[in-house]
């Protein structure tokens, strides 16, 4: 696939380098500029895209060592990167981010990024997961703030895949070296997939700006089925079997989940050999099997180094109707704590210091000193919504 938009794929904090290293294994990860940034010196030397392409952030604070878990260690570290990335991503077309959401710095560290594609008016997409029910309340805690307050209000297209299910494929007896790596796998070909789908489908390609459009109206929920055929397929059975495939993939949670979908995004890739009776077939098939009023983004490329192999990706996207982003993850209520916004992070020009409380720290269990609807137990820096430096 030759593609004429230069897209970069960028993984954070220690998910995100696993993830861009699967992503730089992948042959059609040729079409792509792929970055790792992490605060954590061993997480970058275990990636596996070219050094030239990594970036320790936040040295002076972290010393290479992460950010211990702390989401606001995250964003202070990154921040102090901020002016290597906007170089970094500057002359991109489109940016896809990934990351694990849950820890310090990809958690602290994309709403950043985000602010930063924001400020260059770079289109981007963020793939991130969300921890474990194992990993417990407080990770998920952190990784919902993250979403709720800071990434879906700042980012235009946000999809969010929960480790549970990206787990849930995998047999019982798999060690968990090997189950993580399977999930970034799987993670990986979810961004390349949709990196492909934007990248000039050379016979159709997606806009996106109707991806943006369709992401931003309400909290959604998303799945991923991805169906292959071979050389190995008989020619005349390829098209069902790429459907029937992409139907029985694992992260795409059964037929159901197309069923019930309210939009669909399904990029089509092929050998040279991929007819326009081939696309018609499968996308009257995916719109067969889709609701009436389900909306449609299509993409078709080919690519000869393909042969006659085939890979059909489909995004399933059903909106949330309450559209209420009280608890994203259905974490239990947190109880006192009133978050407030941050206008200024959310319009964008803030440096990314999120002046939220993530956690009332020792005063967590104690009732909150509430005076004029404010929480007195919150920092005065925090309740006055004072800037400070980013760490430059
Ligand atoms: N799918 C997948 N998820 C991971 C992996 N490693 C960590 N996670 C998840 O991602 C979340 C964040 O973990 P990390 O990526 O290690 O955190 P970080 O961004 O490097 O943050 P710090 O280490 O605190 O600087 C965790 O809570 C896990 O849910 C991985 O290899 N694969
Ligand atoms: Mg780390």
Same mark, same amino acid.
């Given at each position: 696939?030759?593609?004429?938009?230069?897209?970069?794929?960028?993984?954070?904090?220690? +998910?995100?380098?696993?993830?861009?290293?699967?992503?730089?294994?992948?042959?059609?990860?040729?079409?792509?500029?792929?970055?790792?940034?992490?605060?954590?010196?061993?997480?970058?030397?275990? @990636?596996? *895209?070219?050094?030239?392409?990594?970036?320790?952030?936040? +040295?002076?604070?972290?010393?290479?060592?992460? @950010?211990?878990?702390?989401?606001? !260690?995250? &964003?202070?570290?990154?921040?102090?990167?901020?002016?290597?990335?906007?170089?970094?991503?500057?002359?991109?077309?489109?940016?896809?981010?990934?990351?694990?959401?849950?820890?310090?710095? !990809?958690?602290?560290?994309? $709403?950043?990024?985000?602010?930063?594609?924001?400020?260059?008016?770079? $289109?981007?997409?963020?793939?991130?997961?969300?921890?474990?029910?194992?990993?417990?309340?407080?990770?998920?805690?952190?990784? %919902?703030?993250?979403?709720?307050?800071?990434?879906?209000?700042? +980012?235009?297209?946000?999809?969010?895949?929960?480790?549970?299910?990206?787990?849930?494929?995998?047999?019982?007896?798999?060690?968990?070296?090997?189950?993580?790596?399977?999930?970034?796998?799987?993670?990986?070909?979810?961004?390349?997939?949709?990196?492909?789908?934007?990248?000039?489908?050379?016979?159709?390609?997606?806009?996106? &700006?109707?991806?943006?459009?369709?992401?931003?109206?309400?909290?959604?929920?998303?799945?991923?089925?991805?169906?292959?055929?071979? !050389?190995?397929?008989?020619?005349?059975?390829?098209?069902?079997?790429?459907?029937?495939?992409?139907?029985?993939?694992?992260?795409?949670?059964?037929?159901?989940?197309?069923?019930?979908?309210?939009?669909? *995004?399904? &990029?089509?890739?092929?050998?040279?050999?991929?007819?326009? +009776?081939? @696309?018609?077939?499968?996308?009257?098939? *995916?719109?067969?099997?889709? $609701?009436?009023? @389900?909306?449609?983004?299509?993409?078709? &490329?080919?690519?000869?180094?393909?042969?006659?192999?085939?890979?059909?990706?489909?995004?399933?996207?059903?909106?949330? %109707?309450?559209?209420?982003?009280?608890?994203?993850?259905?974490?239990?209520?947190?109880?006192?704590?009133?978050?407030?916004?941050?206008?200024?992070? *959310?319009?964008?020009?803030?440096?990314?210091?999120?002046?939220?409380?993530?956690?009332?720290?020792?005063?967590?269990?104690?009732?909150?000193?509430?005076?004029?609807?404010?929480?007195?137990?919150?920092?005065?820096?925090?309740?006055?919504?004072?800037?400070?430096?980013?760490?430059?």
């Amino acid at each position: 696939m030759s593609t004429n938009k230069k897209i970069a794929i960028l993984g954070i904090g220690q +998910a995100g380098c696993r993830t861009v290293s699967e992503i730089h294994s992948l042959r059609q990860a040729e079409n792509f500029t792929i970055f790792a940034v992490d605060t954590d010196e061993h997480s970058l030397a275990e @990636c596996s *895209i070219p050094e030239q392409n990594k970036l320790l952030a936040g +040295a002076n604070w972290r010393y290479g060592q992460g @950010c211990g878990g702390n989401a606001m !260690a995250g &964003s202070r570290a990154i921040s102090s990167s901020r002016t290597q990335m906007e170089n970094m991503l500057s002359g991109f077309d489109m940016i896809f981010f990934t990351g694990g959401l849950g820890r310090g710095s !990809a958690t602290g560290g994309l $709403p950043v990024l985000s602010s930063v594609v924001k400020k260059r008016k770079i $289109p981007a997409v963020f793939v991130v997961t969300t921890p474990f029910k194992m990993e417990g309340l407080s990770k998920q805690r952190t990784a %919902e703030a993250a979403l709720k307050n800071e990434l879906y209000p700042l +980012a235009d297209v946000v999809l969010a895949l929960p480790n549970d299910l990206l787990f849930s494929i995998l047999p019982g007896n798999v060690s968990l070296d090997e189950a993580f790596r399977t999930s970034n796998r799987q993670i990986a070909k979810c961004v390349i997939s949709l990196a492909m789908i934007f990248a000039g489908g050379n016979l159709l390609s997606a806009n996106y &700006s109707d991806l943006a459009e369709l992401m931003q109206k309400k909290k959604s929920s998303v799945s991923i089925g991805i169906g292959l055929c071979s !050389a190995k397929d008989a020619p005349e059975e390829k098209n069902s079997l790429l459907i029937e495939r992409m139907l029985q993939s694992p992260l795409l949670g059964g037929i159901k989940k197309i069923k019930d979908s309210h939009a669909v *995004i399904a &990029s089509l890739l092929g050998g040279q050999n991929l007819t326009s +009776a081939d @696309c018609l077939h499968i996308f009257d098939k *995916i719109r067969e099997i889709t $609701p009436e009023n @389900c909306q449609q983004i299509h993409s078709v &490329s080919t690519d000869e180094s393909l042969g006659d192999s085939a890979i059909l990706s489909v995004i399933t996207v059903k909106f949330d %109707e309450s559209n209420d982003f009280e608890s994203v993850l259905g974490v239990p209520d947190e109880g006192k704590i009133t978050r407030r916004k941050n206008t200024d992070t *959310i319009s964008g020009e803030q440096l990314g210091l999120p002046l939220d409380a993530l956690s009332r720290g020792i005063m967590e269990h104690t009732a909150a000193t509430i005076i004029n609807n404010e929480d007195m137990d919150i920092p005065t820096f925090q309740r006055l919504q004072r800037k400070i430096d980013a760490g430059k």
